[in-house]
């Protein structure tokens, strides 16, 4: 059954170690209406049938996992914004140097049926200045008539133009083998010893995130000030925190402020995505001054959907009287539903309120999210469930679970083999008796169902 797995799940080896956690990331670029979001969903299509399993997608996120010819990538949505005519060249322009900052290669999209305009030339001058391999693609050529006319974008000097109808999916197969063509097999992560944690500050604009940055290294030794450069260009620093190194990423991110406000929901969007695909755990920051927002749940939800380890903190406690804190405890209780296991930390980055609980807070979520449950005792806590609380009979039917393994870890992933399709109720119980008898404090867990009929 072990073998089994290896293949069923893409090979995760026994401790999860070797899983390359930090995938290449590619961004899809453009002016409005050129077919970028159609391009996407074409392309995450052709994955439909492998991430069924997968729950808590949502439609806020900007970026995808891809499996294209055996390699991996994280496709970057950038069109999710609203097309506005005045500005339209600046929107467009910021936008793509997002992805220029974010990403490891570029899709260009330009309009096949329309050429090269000039806010695409502008886009072009910046993404040469940047120096990232760019895919230039031509879309909306859905037949070979079109392809002549595609043959002009040359003229855009970004090499061959490919043209790609992503409506119906003309072409899509050619221009993706050319994006893993200059792709870097995986983005350039700084290498050092595993014993080095990378951990994301990260919640929405004025939450603290700059303080509490100020305040750990304040307090505390930085060993390098700053270590500049990945291809992706985030500044990480490297600070010493309860007598151990931590890797926090992007802190360029975390101290610049936005130059504009246009698009900067997003942009600090995308920045917070990437910061958290970088990290191994999340520290999300929320103000307990301040009611919870959409914006304070979908950073959670990021860092849930990303399978990071997840802590809590509440910070500017400072601020909060008895009122304020009977209403924060109700709050979180009802808007952050999806991590009860999150461990939770009441702090101030003004006062320094607690600030020792933040790595405690940290490595108690990292030692979960690495965690391995024995074969053994997975499969007796399986046993007691079949016994004890045995899945309802459906049309006559009754799901059994055979037994179950850990495929691996970083997030813990555990398969259930069983004789049927297992409800979603059904599911999230076993979900909750896993957490009960093996803890996951602070990491989230899959669970997937292989049913043999
Ligand atoms: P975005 O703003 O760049 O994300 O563009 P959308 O993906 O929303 O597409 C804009 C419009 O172009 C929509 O009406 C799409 O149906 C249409 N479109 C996108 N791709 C194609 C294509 O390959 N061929 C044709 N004919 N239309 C397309
Ligand atoms: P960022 O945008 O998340 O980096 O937030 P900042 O670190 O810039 O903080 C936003 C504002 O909140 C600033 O005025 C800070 O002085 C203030 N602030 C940050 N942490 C605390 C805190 O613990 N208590 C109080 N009272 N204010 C804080």
Do not use: C
């Not at 999710?80 to 899709?107: H, K, S």
């Not at 120096?131 to 061959?160: C, F, I």
Request: aromatic letters at 4%; zero cysteines; proline letters at 5%.
């Amino acid at each position: 059954a072990e073998e089994d797995l290896a293949v069923l799940e893409g090979g995760l080896d026994e401790d999860g170690l070797e899983v390359e956690d930090v995938r290449p990331v590619v961004a899809v670029v453009g002016r409005p209406n050129v077919g970028k979001s159609t391009l996407v969903n074409r392309i995450l299509g052709r994955r439909e049938a492998v991430v069924q399993d997968v729950p808590g997608v949502t439609r806020d996120r900007v970026s995808y996992p891809v499996d294209w010819a055996g390699r991996q990538f994280t496709l970057v949505d950038t069109g999710g914004w609203d097309a506005r005519v005045e500005g339209l060249a600046l929107q467009v322009a910021e936008q793509a140097e997002v992805a220029v900052e974010l990403a490891d290669a570029v899709v260009f999209v330009v309009d096949g049926t329309v050429g090269a305009t000039a806010v695409d030339e502008a886009v072009v001058k910046m993404l040469r200045r940047a120096g990232k391999p760019v895919v230039l693609v031509a879309n909306k050529v859905d037949d070979a008539r079109g392809e002549a006319d595609a043959t002009a974008l040359w003229s855009l000097g970004l090499g061959q133009p490919f043209p790609v109808s992503a409506l119906h999916g003309r072409g899509t197969g050619d221009m993706l083998d050319a994006v893993l063509e200059v792709l870097p097999e995986k983005t350039s992560l700084p290498s050092e010893s595993s014993a080095v944690r990378r951990v994301a500050l990260v919640g929405r604009p004025n939450v603290g995130k700059s303080s509490l940055l100020n305040a750990l290294v304040g307090s505390e030794r930085v060993v390098v000030n700053a270590v500049a450069g990945t291809t992706r260009d985030p500044v990480d620093e490297m600070v010493e925190l309860g007598g151990r190194t931590w890797r926090v990423v992007d802190t360029a991110g975390i101290r610049r402020k936005h130059r504009s406000s246009v698009g900067a929901d997003f942009y600090a969007g995308l920045r917070t995505q990437a910061a958290i695909e970088r990290a191994e755990v999340a520290v999300v920051l929320v103000d307990a001054s301040e009611v919870l927002s959409e914006q304070d749940v979908r950073v959670v939800q990021n860092a849930v959907d990303a399978g990071r380890a997840v802590v809590l903190a509440v910070n500017k406690w400072d601020l909060v009287d008895e009122e304020r804190r009977r209403y924060l405890e109700r709050e979180l209780e009802i808007e952050l539903v999806q991590v009860p296991w999150a461990p939770r930390v009441n702090l101030s980055a003004m006062t320094g309120r607690h600030l020792d609980r933040l790595v405690p807070a940290m490595d108690r979520a990292l030692a979960s999210w690495e965690h391995r449950v024995p074969t053994g005792r997975l499969n007796a806590l399986v046993a007691e469930i079949v016994a004890g609380h045995p899945h309802p009979v459906r049309g006559g039917k009754q799901p059994r679970i055979l037994y179950a393994t850990q495929a691996g870890v970083r997030p813990p992933t555990f398969v259930l083999f069983t004789t049927g399709f297992l409800e979603a109720g059904y599911r999230r119980f076993v979900e909750r008796r896993l957490r009960e008898e093996f803890g996951f404090v602070g990491t989230p867990i899959e669970v997937t169902v292989r049913a043999r009929e």
